[in-house]
């Protein structure tokens, strides 16, 4: 297996533009998980799905976000408008397993780096 | 919410030493991970811990939940072992929660 895929690696984005992350899980897995690091904030776990339902949002930032899961290989996260704070690292991960967030293993894709000017 | 220290913040050890990282919580949780983050950036589980102790290798980990902390040991360091270990927890009704990590680098 390829493992978490993730698109773009590096993004450069204007304010006020919109950013679309893009997150393919490992097949079979049924939880997918959205986190973002910053020097100053450090991890946060921001959205995580089971099934391909939202489980948990209460990490989104504010409502320039947003996290879409159409089906089980596919999964997005939007910002719009983005904003220079919005700069971070941006990782997915999926699990296999029941959608404990702690509990079950998680295989972390490569992260997103977004910089927005 | 729940707060998270780790310690020490950097650490720095010759190859072959033994380490141990620890993970502090302010109140009761529900469950305890650990993460290890290589120079590259990328991330990787190492245990699901609420209680009790594991060992996979080189790495073990306890958690003594009724005193509210952690430990991850790594003996026989190895360079591979670099980077930023984070410990993760979750409360019931809370958002899960990562300490600021501890920064490993093992000299050859």
């Known amino acids: 297996d390829a493992g978490v895929i993730q698109s773009p690696r590096h993004e450069v984005t204007e304010m006020g533009q919109e950013v679309t992350l893009r997150c393919k899980p490992i097949?079979?897995?049924?939880?997918l998980f959205w986190y973002r690091q910053t020097m100053m904030r450090g991890l946060e776990l921001l959205i995580y799905?089971?099934?391909?339902?939202?489980?948990?949002d209460s990490g989104m930032p504010e409502d320039r976000f947003s996290a879409k899961m159409p089906n089980a290989s596919f999964s997005t996260l939007k910002i719009q408008p983005s904003e220079p704070r919005d700069s971070a690292v941006y990782f997915c991960?999926?699990?296999?397993?029941?959608?404990?967030?702690?509990?079950?293993?998680?295989?972390f894709g490569p992260g997103t780096r977004l910089t927005v000017t | 919410g729940i707060q998270v220290e780790q310690s020490p913040p950097d650490l720095i050890l010759q190859e072959g030493a033994n380490s141990t990282l620890r993970c502090n919580f302010s109140d009761s949780v529900n469950n305890l991970q650990w993460f290890h983050q290589n120079p590259w950036g990328q991330l990787i589980n190492l245990f699901y811990i609420p209680s009790g102790t594991k060992q996979n290798g080189r790495l073990s980990a306890t958690t003594v939940a009724t005193e509210r902390y952690s430990l991850l040991y790594i003996s026989s360091s190895q360079t591979t072992d670099s980077g930023v270990y984070f410990c993760?927890?979750?409360?019931?009704?809370?958002?899960?929660?990562f300490g600021t990590g501890t920064r490993l680098t093992i000299i050859p």
């Open positions: 097949s079979g897995h049924n939880s």
């Open positions: 799905f089971n099934n391909n339902v939202p489980i948990d």
């Open positions: 993760a927890v979750l409360r019931v009704g809370e958002k899960l929660t």
């Open positions: 991960a999926s699990s296999p397993g029941t959608g404990s967030i702690i509990r079950d293993e998680q295989y």
